[in-house]
């Protein structure tokens, strides 16, 4: 997948620069990603992602303020979605339009327990 490859750079270069972090999950049929960071840079972020014609149909589902980051060491971790996801056919059902901002962020959660257990991904 020489695009993710690329974009993971890029995300890494420019996270690493903003004092962002967070984490991608990807599978061929669904892109998540949680960024963390400054609001401004944050939100610079997401614009510069919007831009960028390897994304494709791009939408927030959720944007909030944390006090406490749950991907601080990762400029960007990446799981290759073999960890917590929704099925495809659940995909492909169109789940993420009934999905709870809470239940996006159970996913990111279960990560980073994950994470914390020594259960990594490939970063």
Avoid at 28 to 40: A, F, K, M, R
Avoid at 48 to 75: N, P, T
Wanted: contains cysteine.
């Amino acid at each position: 997948m020489p695009s993710l490859s690329g974009i993971l750079l890029d995300a890494r270069k420019h996270n690493l620069r903003d004092g962002i972090t967070g984490a991608l999950i990807c599978r061929h049929d669904i892109y998540l990603q949680l960024l963390e960071g400054p609001s401004d840079k944050v939100q610079a972020a997401a614009q510069r992602i919007g831009r960028d014609d390897r994304h494709v149909g791009m939408k927030i589902l959720l944007s909030e303020s944390v006090a406490d980051r749950m991907f601080g060491q990762w400029a960007m971790l990446h799981d290759p979605a073999k960890t917590v996801i929704w099925s495809e056919a659940e995909i492909a059902d169109d789940i993420l339009n009934r999905t709870t901002p809470a239940e996006i962020m159970r996913v990111f959660e279960a990560l980073a327990d994950q994470m914390e257990q020594g259960v990594l991904p490939d970063a």
